[in-house]
């Protein structure tokens, strides 16, 4: 139930509050008490000086593979014309099954007001899929603008480095206040007003279909993100992120967290695209020795990559006991 | 804790949430609301231009078969359209194409530039319509005579070859002409250029000629006078799988010159493919399709 909480209250952009004493386990307690002034900075920085040796990107470059791999499917199923994989990632046919969008989908059914059974099929395909793959696995895993994003968030980064830009954050509510806007002007206009300037669907059809002025558009949220805020349209804006956000909820895939271990260094944190889900790894954040992080989570692998403790890891829940 | 700080790059340092926001937090905590704010105004105000092309007009276009709209208003199709461009994977011809940003709502939504390649049905079961997620190009619809794309309207008359009595020989939209048609009598099954296919005409029928709809009639007389065709006759009689009017007609227009000329007359049956337009060897097409009718907006008339 307090993973339901936590998830949603995060998902619409609320912080979750740090645990008091009573409300964590006994052991987690006694890891955090056995902690105190054992970690001396040397030994931190040793630990991590030697995983950065052996440092290998390894889940970055799975999902930067599985990205590349699925947008290119889509490419090459309609210039070869074989019918693999037909439509775009907001409509598709995949070996003759319908699958929709969840929150194209949900924009059609707010303007159109009616919804045939094909697009209901399409619809609960595409829930079942990622309830069952971690509903923001879409964002990492599969969104083409996520990757332009994460190659534009390298270039911050290297910017703020050099103190030639600051980034710039904003209140994190105020995705739900545009996923609430979007699905008003929907509902109200009839319009998708949405799709008009959601980047995920204008990259999947300029791959597919071929370079527009609306490329334009893209890349004038990349500039933004580069040189104002960082990483802000998923941040911030993006209402996909939301809808899947709340189909990971019940997701068993998840990224683990252990405290034993954990130096609360935080490298994690600075890594992540959705930090406040890694706030249980500050030091006494935690409920439990092993406590799941939250759904907005993308479950992206950068915190698994960075951990120089092996603290995080990908769990599928009542997957891992079998698989071991 | 309305705004709490989420600096993802700075440790938060309170320890307990009770504890009152420093002045320093309590104004990061106003700045990051006030971006918000404007980062809402902002995105939902660009998102919202996209009405402007809308409201002007500017996103009428010739549509594919079944598309959910009246001669004049396009929002049921904008609304319930995915544009996940489906339809334009399946097309033969590839007369499909998505729009671009300068269509505001409309980007992502299927259109076909009939002088560029026109709809001509060669796909036989409105293979769009089958592919449609949505029904935003609606499955009320089973034959091409059903359709509802506009309506052919000789723009030009002066232009018109027929209409000066003059015939046609060689490609009908020159050599590096990029459009397909499909020529039945050539290959059942497989488009091919138009600039493949010379014709050498007395006087110019090639709008009449290439009418889908006239083709299909054609053959429908054919396999009833033949008597043979059972299949077809079937079809005939359960659904109008055999076009119930005629599209379009060339019929002998006199003015009194001594020149024969020839009058290409749109008819009831004209569904606005488009056709006509892309085959017409005048340019522009002296035929075009007006989006603002349709063979039923016509009938009532």
């Excluded at chain 1, 999902?63 to 090459?76: E, P, Q």
């Excluded at chain 2, 009152?20 to 918000?36: D, V």
């Excluded at chain 2, 949505?134 to 030009?156: K, V």
Aim: hydrophobic share 40%; glycine share 8%; proline share 5%.
């Amino acid at each position: 139930m307090r993973y339901i909480r936590d998830s949603l209250a995060q998902v619409f952009g609320y912080k979750t509050p740090r645990p008091g004493k009573d409300q964590q386990s006994a052991e987690v307690r006694a890891i955090y008490e056995g902690k105190k002034g054992k970690l001396s900075k040397a030994d931190v920085e040793a630990v991590r000086r030697e995983h950065k040796g052996t440092f290998l990107n390894k889940w970055q470059k799975r999902r930067w593979a599985t990205l590349i791999l699925v947008n290119l499917l889509f490419v090459i199923s309609f210039y070869f014309d074989v019918q693999l994989v037909e439509g775009s990632l907001t409509g598709a046919r995949v070996i003759g099954f319908h699958f929709a969008d969840l929150n194209s989908a949900l924009q059609i059914a707010l303007a159109y007001k009616h919804i045939v059974l094909n697009l209901v099929i399409g619809m609960v395909t595409v829930f079942v899929m990622w309830l069952l793959l971690g509903g923001r696995t879409f964002c990492s895993w599969v969104c083409p603008y996520h990757l332009l994003s994460e190659w534009a968030e390298y270039l911050h980064l290297w910017l703020v480095k050099k103190k030639l830009i600051k980034n710039h954050t904003f209140s994190r509510k105020v995705r739900t206040v545009l996923y609430v806007i979007f699905a008003l002007l929907a509902l109200l206009t009839g319009y998708t007003v949405f799709e008009t300037i959601s980047p995920t669907g204008i990259l999947s059809r300029a791959l597919i279909y071929g370079p527009g002025i609306a490329l334009v558009w893209v890349g004038l949220l990349l500039l933004f993100e580069i040189f104002y805020s960082r990483r802000a349209w998923c941040r911030y804006v993006c209402p996909i992120g939301v809808t899947y956000g709340m189909v990971g909820v019940l997701s068993p895939v998840r990224v683990k967290y252990n405290a034993e271990a954990c130096h609360h260094e935080g490298d994690c944190r600075k890594a992540c695209l959705v930090p406040h889900v890694l706030d249980l790894t500050i030091r006494g954040g935690a409920v439990d020795v092993n406590q799941d992080v939250a759904a907005d989570c993308t479950r992206c692998g950068m915190c698994v990559d960075v951990c120089p403790t092996d603290s995080l890891t990908y769990e599928v829940k009542g997957l891992s006991k079998m698989l071991k | 804790m309305k705004g709490n700080i989420e600096m993802s790059e700075k440790k938060p340092a309170n320890k307990r949430q009770k504890r009152p926001l420093t002045p320093k937090r309590k104004q990061q905590s106003r700045r990051e609301f006030l971006r918000a704010t404007a980062l809402t105004a902002g995105v939902v105000g660009v998102s919202l231009l996209g009405f402007v092309p809308v409201m002007r007009g500017n996103t009428l276009r010739l549509r594919p078969p079944g598309a959910l709209k009246t001669p004049e208003d396009e929002q049921q199709f904008f609304a319930s359209c995915i544009k996940c461009g489906q339809c334009v994977q399946v097309c033969p011809v590839e007369a499909i194409e998505l729009a671009d940003l300068p269509d505001g709502f409309g980007i992502g939504l299927p259109y076909i530039d009939a002088r560029e390649q026109a709809c001509d049905f060669s796909c036989d079961g409105l293979q769009c319509v089958l592919a449609c997620p949505t029904g935003a190009l609606t499955h009320d619809l089973d034959y091409p005579a059903d359709t509802r794309m506009g309506f052919a309207r000789l723009a030009r008359p002066k232009a018109c070859l027929a209409m000066q009595g003059k015939g046609f020989k060689g490609q009908a939209r020159g050599a590096d002409y990029k459009g397909l048609l499909r020529y039945e009598e050539i290959d059942r099954w497989t488009p091919i250029p138009v600039s493949e296919h010379p014709y050498d005409l007395e006087i110019c029928d090639l709008c009449v000629r290439q009418c889908p709809i006239e083709i299909r009639i054609t053959q429908c007389e054919a396999a009833a006078s033949e008597k043979q065709q059972q299949v077809a006759r079937v079809a005939q009689q359960v659904g109008n799988e055999c076009p119930p009017k005629h599209a379009i007609t060339l019929e002998p227009e006199d003015l009194g010159d001594g020149i024969a000329r020839m009058k290409p007359i749109v008819q009831e049956g004209c569904v606005g493919c488009g056709v006509c337009e892309m085959i017409c060897p005048v340019e522009s097409a002296a035929i075009v399709v007006d989006l603002d009718e349709n063979a039923d907006t016509v009938k009532g008339a």
